[in-house]
């Protein structure tokens, strides 16, 4: 049982992060196996559009540009469970998510006849963390993000999106330009509900592990 756990924010050691290690402490919890990479620290790009993936004979789902992402992709359609993690960048996911996704699903998918080559089944957790509070993310992000959860359907696993709202974007809104944020509410934000979106996550992971030895 292996779970692969991604990092697509930047810092290492912030909210999504700690979603996503919490997350990966419930894999572990049940059973799995658990890696965990931050990909901003890995050399790649999207999709380089070489065509290798797409020549006769060529082995499916497999990445053939030689950078540091093309063995990630391949632990991707190994893993038993996915767990990743994104901020919100601009309204979308961060650009280091969409180079994934583009390598990912380009692979898999066939220019004969626009079906998945891929047939095991891989549990997806997708962690989304951002400024945004519910009642703004429900009304201008969740559309699209249901979007991206759709995508990883790909997969052929289930795939649960957990959105965190409200963080706690700098330790000390005092010291920063940001006088649009309410910082007391941030702080607020941050006790009563990040532990329980910790927890939500740490139960994720455990229920995803879970789910692939039904
Ligand atoms: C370049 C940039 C763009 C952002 N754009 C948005 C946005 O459009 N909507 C939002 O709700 N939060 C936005 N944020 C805030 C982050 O999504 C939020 O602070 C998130 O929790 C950061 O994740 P991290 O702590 O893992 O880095 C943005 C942050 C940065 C740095």
Redesign the pocket.
């Known amino acids: 049982m292996q779970t692969l756990v991604l990092n697509a ?3 290492k050691a ?4 700690k979603l996503l290690k919490s997350a990966a402490e419930g894999a572990k919890s049940a059973g799995s196996e658990v890696e965990y990479i931050d990909l901003y620290d890995l050399n790649f790009t999207g999709c380089r559009s070489c065509m290798l993936c797409k020549r006769k004979g060529a082995q499916r789902c497999h990445c053939y540009w030689k950078d540091d992402l093309s063995p990630i992709i391949d632990k991707i359609f190994r893993a038993d469970v996915l767990l990743i ?1 994104t ?6 996911p961060t650009s280091r998510y969409f180079e994934v996704l583009e390598r990912l699903h380009f692979c898999a998918l066939s220019y004969d006849d626009y079906s998945n080559y891929f047939t095991r089944r891989v549990n997806v957790g997708l962690f989304v ?4 509070s519910k009642e ?2 429900d009304k201008l ?1 969740k559309d699209a993000f249901e979007g991206y959860a759709r995508e990883l359907q790909m997969l052929n696993g289930e795939v649960c999106l957990y959105p ?1 709202h409200d ?3 700098v330790a000390d809104y005092s010291k920063y330009n940001m006088a649009g944020f309410d910082a007391e509410r941030k702080r607020l934000s941050r006790e009563k509900n990040f532990p329980r979106d910790l927890e939500n996550a740490y139960q994720i992971g455990q229920r995803l592990v879970r789910e692939t030895c039904e």
């Open positions: 924010s930047p810092r912030w909210n999504t992060a993690g901020a919100i960048y601009l309204g979308r963390s951002m400024n945004a703004f993310y992000y965190c963080t706690l974007q």
